[in-house]
């Protein structure tokens, strides 16, 4: 690796640390060593431990219709920016601005107040959208898009339909799926 290489690959490992990305993430992402990474992530959080260990699989943090809506938001965004492709590969770019649309989405229906999906929940979505883990699906209902995983624990039908008949998280299901029809 080339020492420009090198300088290229620890901006853009400082630049996803400082947007709130795990260290396994940045480690994959930029090709540098863990060593390097979890040096570099201690040093941008005022010498806090990075954390480390495995990525947590969907099916662990999809474990209700309400949070299944949220994966199913993310998703929807996702693929609203970055098309297709996004079943193939992981753009972080793309994914970092799907997150950001997925966090306005959540800030003006402030209505649900269960916990967000942060970036690294983002990420393992698409990693395991791209490895065939994770599906997007279209209702045959309202032809929105949602999200199924791998040994999901939660119902695979639509969370937006849930929500429509269960009336809970009614104001942002409407105002994500409306656009679909």
Request: charged fraction near 25%; aromatic fraction near 6%.
């Amino acid at each position: 690796m080339s020492n420009l290489d090198r300088h290229f690959r620890s901006q853009r490992a400082i630049e996803l640390l400082s947007k709130g990305f795990r260290s396994p993430i940045v480690v994959i992402e930029t090709n540098l060593s863990s060593s390097t990474v979890r040096e570099m992530a201690k040093e941008i959080s005022g010498g806090k431990r990075a954390s480390s260990g495995p990525l947590p699989s969907p099916n662990y943090f999809i474990s209700s219709i309400a949070a299944l809506t949220e994966a199913s938001i993310f998703v929807t965004c996702y693929r609203a920016i970055g098309g297709k492709d996004v079943l193939e590969t992981i753009d972080v770019d793309v994914l970092t601005k799907a997150h950001e649309m997925y966090m306005e989405v959540r800030m003006q229906h402030p209505d649900h107040a269960k916990e967000h999906l942060d970036i690294n929940k983002c990420w393992v979505i698409a990693r395991d959208l791209r490895s065939n883990m994770a599906w997007l699906r279209k209702c045959d209902e309202d032809a929105c898009y949602y999200l199924l995983v791998e040994g999901q624990r939660v119902a695979s039908t639509c969370p937006w339909c849930i929500a429509r008949r269960t009336n809970k998280i009614a104001g942002r299901a409407r105002a994500v799926a409306q656009p679909c029809h």
